[in-house]
T-cell receptor
Framework: AQRVTQPEKLLSVFKGAPVELKCNYSYSGSPELFWYVQYSRQRLQLLLRHISRESIKGFTADLNKGETSFHLKKPFAQEEDSAMYYCAPAGFQKLVFGTGTRLLVSP | DSGVTQTPKHLITATGQRVTLRCSPRSGDLSVYWYQQSLDQGLQFLIQYYNGEERAKGNILERFSAQQFPDLHSELNLSSLELGDSALYFC?????????????FGDGTRLSIL
């Protein structure tokens, strides 16, 4: 069965600290992988996708096929990064969203 | 602004009632997705339409139904409402029906059942 796991419900860091939000997936084949961000119960916004290999708002995500992980990283967290982050592998016919990790960046 | 429009923004109704949520996709997008976001269940995929046809089905209850019209807007119908149906309902759209396409989300409809 297709499954995605975000093990941390809450990640709390201080401004300027490095951040890593974990995502592990269990899929057959090589799914496309996305990270979405949701600020204060607003709409979800696409943060980045694996295939484009770009960095958005300082975030990058590395695909590790051996570990089937797609962790989201940022070297220096900012207060405006506080939000819910969802990892979403593209499964057969649909995206499957993880349960999300709330990132809280304190001053 | 994602270009996806959802109406209404808020809806308050009572148990047993029926409501219709509306979604207009981004210009040019053929696929529409519906999601339910609640505090205890997280973000759940309900259903997808592509160019007027149902493409994929998720955890959608039998009391819920959806359709996509020739102008590509979509409606989600929720009937015999229960307290547990209170949630944020998001619509998303993508250019094609392939799940590998990025999805663009609307602002959601907040449904409150009293």
């Amino acid at each position: 069965a297709q499954r995605v796991t975000q093990p941390e419900k809450l990640l709390s860091v201080f401004k300027g600290a490095p951040v890593e939000l974990k995502c592990n997936y269990s899929y057959s084949g090589s799914p496309e992988l996305f990270w979405y961000v949701q600020y204060s119960r607003q709409r979800l916004q696409l943060l980045l996708r694996h295939i484009s290999r770009e960095s958005i708002k300082g975030f990058t995500a590395d695909l590790n096929k051996g570990e089937t992980s797609f962790h989201l990283k940022k070297p220096f967290a900012q207060e405006e990064d506080s939000a819910m982050y969802y990892c979403a592998p593209a499964g057969f016919q649909k995206l499957v969203f993880g349960t999300g990790t709330r990132l809280l960046v304190s001053p | 602004d994602s270009g996806v429009t959802q109406t209404p923004k808020h809806l308050i109704t009572a148990t047993g009632q029926r409501v219709t949520l509306r979604c207009s996709p981004r210009s040019g997008d053929l696929s529409v997705y519906w999601y339910q976001q609640s505090l205890d269940q997280g973000l759940q995929f309900l259903i997808q339409y592509y160019n007027g046809e149902e493409r994929a089905k998720g955890n959608i209850l039998e009391r819920f139904s959806a359709q996509q019209f020739p102008d590509l807007h979509s409606e989600l119908n929720l009937s015999s409402l229960e307290l547990g149906d209170s949630a944020l309902y998001f619509c998303a759209s993508s250019a094609l029906g392939d799940s590998n396409q990025p999805q663009h989300f609307g602002d959601g409809t907040r449904l409150s059942i009293l």
